[in-house]
């Protein structure tokens, strides 16, 4: 690749800029600083400000979403971009989350560039479990354990059934829900039906990923494999 093109592609700056990187010496390419920004070379060769290219097989980080921020990058307020640094917003093929947690959710979010990825992780054929943690504002009725297991609850507003889901009643007013779909607001939805509305709410794990075994707090993040999803 061209040393512009790799230094726009993975956003370190725009293209018409990388003339300027490459006159300060910013670049380095086999430990020999570049002498023009149309020069190619190997990404693996590549140096920028003594330190190889971030991510240059594609970004993959797990984010514990701390509450209050939204997954969006058009509504006002906080945003969960707001956490991410700046270079990796500018990156060429756009950064996005995996899927969504509302404002007032926390916990496990996946973020990338690799839009074959999100499609390979929110696909309603794939059906990739999630686990939820939440405390309700009234205690849990131990029918909804069969109730959602059944694969026969029907939302409000909805006229197809939600997928069997795994709930396990921890605390008289808290559980833990096993979700293989993702429908709008669906943990909280599917606590209200049962009469035991949702006061917080964390996702804990995705898939083979845990959120617990990642030691992140909230607002931090952490490079992910993304093969472990495979």
Request: hydrophobic content about 40%.
């Amino acid at each position: 690749m061209r040393i512009d093109a790799i230094l726009s592609r993975f956003g370190y700056c725009s293209r018409r800029e990388a003339a300027q990187w490459v006159k300060r010496g910013r670049v380095t390419v086999k430990g020999v600083a570049v002498k023009s920004a149309s020069a190619k070379a190997e990404l693996g060769d590549v140096l920028v400000n003594g330190a190889p290219i971030e991510f240059p097989d594609g970004l993959y980080v797990a984010l514990h979403k701390p509450l209050g921020c939204t997954c969006s990058h058009r509504e006002e307020g906080e945003l969960v971009y707001d956490l991410l640094p700046q270079q990796w917003l500018n990156r060429g093929d756009g950064v996005s989350t995996v899927g969504r947690l509302d404002k007032e959710t926390s916990g496990l979010l996946l973020i990338t560039d690799d839009g074959a990825f999100v499609h390979a992780l929110t696909s309603p054929k794939r059906h990739v479990p999630k686990v939820y943690e939440f405390e309700c504002a009234a205690p849990i009725p131990s029918a909804a354990v069969a109730q959602f297991a059944s694969g026969e609850l029907v939302l409000h507003g909805e006229t197809t059934p939600c997928l069997p889901a795994e709930l396990e009643i921890t605390a008289e007013c808290c559980g833990r829900l096993t979700l293989h779909e993702g429908r709008y607001h669906q943990v909280r939805r599917m606590m209200a039906a049962v009469g035991a509305p949702v006061l917080s709410l964390m996702r804990t794990e995705i898939g083979p990923l845990k959120l617990a075994d990642l030691n992140l707090a909230p607002g931090e993040w952490c490079a992910i494999d993304p093969t472990m999803f495979a």
